[in-house]
């Protein structure tokens, strides 16, 4: 789409408190763009930056128009939350764009970094920013976590953790998400794949589709990056857990190679990176000792490689883990049900809470007790539950204590369990 981004000077975002669309609305405050967006729940992790900003926030109920706007923006989840906005905003007859759509636009004017694949994106592109401003180069960078060392884009505020980071210089680096083939909207500088698996599988008819839709982001960049295994060896020990992270840690340092950032730079802003948020997270320790933490992993490969980081630090015979885990999407549960049945192994305890259905419709014939039951069969104390409320009840009589690790994991909202259940710092 040709639109000129220096002409805009108003943008509305519909569903502006998602994780990455969140992002977009500060780097739009950012350029001196006028921010305002509806959400339907608030998120203070997301939403209290944009207020600091000068944007302005309307939650969902208190909206009684769509505000007029030079460009309207929505997050995918609101195709189905909230399509009665979108239909509004088309017929204003302005641009109304997804917001990988939106950011395609903004990365016209840089020289693109677009970190992809079906695991490690969030991680790399952190650790890539780290490396990048370690070296003096000052990207922009849109990713879809918090990261402590961004600055805030609120003037004298200071560092602060954030999804965005506004930086001066020609290159932006990028979270590429290749659900609905949004990815395609970059032509980078570097293109990375971390990896390729069967995933979004409400979108793509099978890992071909897959494969095809990567194959057309490599044509789209002008350095290619898909195969890091040389760097491997080089990487330095880590702060954050897991051969996983060791991989993601490679392929940044591919990316540095390219840029030619020397290789002590690379390494020390690698040896300092401390993760992101919900990234297998250690959120803190009760009273009693048990240790917190927050997962997004919710694809069975990401599961099984967070229990193994988690296994690294305490061997079993040690501390019990106890997952409590959201599925997130009945397609995703679906197509994947084999490889979630098995991807438990490396926990004492699984509880699941009700499928999270962000985009789809509800599908009887599969259900977090069916996945339960499955998980059983594998040998692991596994237990399902109708709601929150039921969870909660049974994580509280567990009476965990310092002999025990609870995780919270899934891309939904599992995270609120531990907040209600426990007390932590």
Request: glycine residues 8%; negative net charge; proline residues 4%.
């Amino acid at each position: 789409m040709d639109i000129d981004i220096k002409q805009v000077k108003k943008i509305f975002f519909i569903g502006i408190g998602g994780i990455g669309i969140s992002a977009l609305a500060k780097m739009a405050i950012s350029r001196g763009i006028e921010v305002s967006g509806v959400n339907d729940e608030d998120t203070p992790k997301t939403l209290d930056s944009i207020r600091e900003a000068g944007g302005t926030v309307i939650m969902e109920g208190d909206l009684k128009e769509l505000p007029e706007a030079d460009m309207y923006v929505y997050s995918d989840a609101w195709i189905y939350r909230g399509p009665e906005l979108l239909e509004a905003a088309k017929k204003t007859g302005k641009p109304t764009l997804s917001y990988f759509e939106a950011l395609g636009i903004f990365a016209k004017e840089y020289k693109v970094i677009a970190i992809s694949g079906t695991h490690g994106k969030t991680t790399t592109t952190a650790m890539v920013a780290e490396i990048l401003i370690e070296a003096g180069l000052d990207p922009t960078v849109v990713v879809g976590s918090f990261v402590k060392k961004f600055a805030s884009p609120v003037a004298g505020l200071g560092p602060r953790d954030s999804n965005f980071r506004k930086g001066n210089s020609e290159y932006l680096i990028v979270e590429a998400d290749e659900y609905n083939r949004h990815f395609l909207q970059f032509y980078p500088y570097i293109g990375v794949v971390t990896n390729i698996e069967a995933d979004h599988l409400d979108y793509y008819k099978d890992l071909a589709d897959i494969q095809d839709a990567f194959d057309q982001f490599y044509t789209q960049s002008e350095h290619k990056i898909k195969d890091y295994s040389k760097y491997i060896s080089k990487v330095p020990e880590l702060l954050v857990p897991g051969e996983h992270n060791r991989l993601n840690a490679a392929a940044a340092m591919a990316v540095a190679d390219i840029l030619g950032i020397s290789l002590d730079v690379t390494k020390k802003a690698l040896s300092e990176f401390k993760g992101t948020w919900r990234r297998l997270e250690k959120r803190g320790v009760t009273p009693l000792g048990t240790i917190i933490y927050d997962d997004y992993a919710h694809h069975p490969t990401e599961i099984k490689a967070s229990l193994q980081a988690l296994r690294e630090i305490y061997p079993k015979g040690g501390k019990n883990i106890v997952v409590l885990f959201q599925p997130h999407l009945y397609s995703r549960t679906k197509a994947l049900f084999g490889d979630f049945a098995l991807s438990f192994t490396g926990a004492d305890k699984a509880l699941f809470l009700p499928i999270y259905f962000a985009r789809e419709d509800k599908d009887e014939t599969v259900s977090s007790f069916k996945l339960a039951q499955a998980i059983r069969l594998q040998g692991v104390n596994a237990e399902a539950f109708t709601d929150f409320e039921a969870a909660e009840a049974h994580v509280r009589s567990l009476n965990l204590k310092e002999n025990d690790i609870f995780v919270t994991m899934g891309a939904g909202e599992a995270y609120k369990i531990a907040d209600s259940v426990f007390r932590f710092s």
